[in-house]
């Protein structure tokens, strides 16, 4: 028998309708269009503005386009995994929701929460479940609605994030193609630099943590960018090391959409031609879970079988890692 692999078959997305652009941030906060541009690469950023649709939402709207492009049965799936930083509720688990949304009545889902890193770390699981040879159809989806934890009167983090969905099917593969090699990579050390305060078994909700805007992101922007850069640059380089890649063999980088400069430093360290560098950054900023497979959803008119493409991200935690995957079919 040929040696399984875990192909990424189909691919879906979904963003809202809302526009937040860097003009309208203008009349927010304290910040201009060139500054926030020329800093982190994004333009705008969608945001979805119903109070009674959460992230679930959005991932049911990424799977079903999943599901209707690629004319998939959603009974037949048997592992739902959401990879979210913004579930809908603290204990419910939001895969489980989406699934039976979704029609995926024979799955078992739950969710999984890596920071930006989810979405990769959810790669390297459901490759895993794929590869054991137990199950023969696992949907990863990343989903976020980063505007329900963002303070708005905070330019440190107002401007970059967004909120997203995107999916990908993974299924059986014996012809070799599909994941190939992974780095994942964590370090406690993040804990202080980006965080929600409150909220957690550590610090319960009260009206004092709300008074003090403790259920927002906080981070320590320099400190984050100086790993970023660093951590994600070594592990993209490396996954090309214990894999032979020159930067000729590399197809496409698929890289966290957190800050252009990150990504840019990447490629540089790869030495990939910045033709190679997917980006979507400037319409969707940064949707965390989302950000690898909206890229996969936006380019995959441009994915040929075969093609070499290494994902990367970085995210709180510290969460970070690379993966190597061979495409596995041209778009009809």
């Known amino acids: 028998m040929s040696k399984i692999t875990a192909a990424i078959t189909a691919v879906g997305g979904y963003v809202p309708d809302f526009v937040l652009s860097n003009q309208v941030l203008e009349t927010m906060v304290d910040t201009n269009d060139e500054w926030i541009t020329s800093r982190t690469g994004i333009k705008e950023r969608r945001i979805l503005k119903d109070k009674d649709k959460g992230t679930s939402f959005l991932a049911i709207k990424a799977a ?7 004319g998939t049965n959603p009974a037949e799936i048997d592992m739902v995994l ?19 949304q979704i029609g995926a ?3 078992f889902a739950y969710d999984l929460q890596a920071a930006c890193s989810s979405f990769l770390y959810g790669m390297s699981t459901a490759a895993a479940y794929i590869q054991s040879g137990r199950y023969k159809k696992v949907l990863v989806i990343g989903a976020d609605k980063m505007s329900s934890i963002i303070d708005y009167t905070d330019r440190a983090t107002c401007i970059i994030f967004g909120d997203g969905a995107g999916a990908a099917l993974f299924e059986p593969n014996y012809e070799g193609l599909g994941l190939q090699d992974e780095i994942l990579r964590s370090d406690g050390i993040g804990r202080e630099f980006l965080k929600i305060d409150a909220g957690g078994s550590l610090l319960p909700p009260s009206h004092e943590t709300i008074d003090n805007g403790q259920h927002f992101v906080h981070q320590d922007g320099k400190t984050v960018f100086k790993y970023a850069v660093s951590n994600m640059a070594d592990v993209s380089e490396r996954i090309m090391q214990n894999n032979n890649l020159s930067h000729d063999d590399v197809n496409w980088l698929v890289a966290h959409q957190a800050n252009k400069r990150i990504i840019d430093a990447t490629a540089s360290r790869m030495n990939v031609d910045e033709s190679k560098v997917l980006i979507n950054i400037e319409k969707y900023g940064n949707t965390t879970s989302a950000t690898l497979p909206l890229l996969l959803h936006d380019f995959e008119h441009l994915f040929k079988k075969g093609d070499n493409i290494i994902f990367a991200s970085f995210g709180g935690g510290f969460t970070w890692g690379s993966i190597y995957l061979k495409w596995a079919y041209d778009k009809k």
Request: aromatic letters at 4%; a negative charge; glycine letters at 0%.
């Open 82 to 100: 959401l990879a979210t930083t913004t579930p809908d509720m603290p204990v419910a688990a939001t895969a489980v929701y989406v699934a039976t």
């Open 105 to 107: 009545i024979n799955a």
């Open 64 to 70: 079903e386009d999943l599901l209707a492009k690629s």
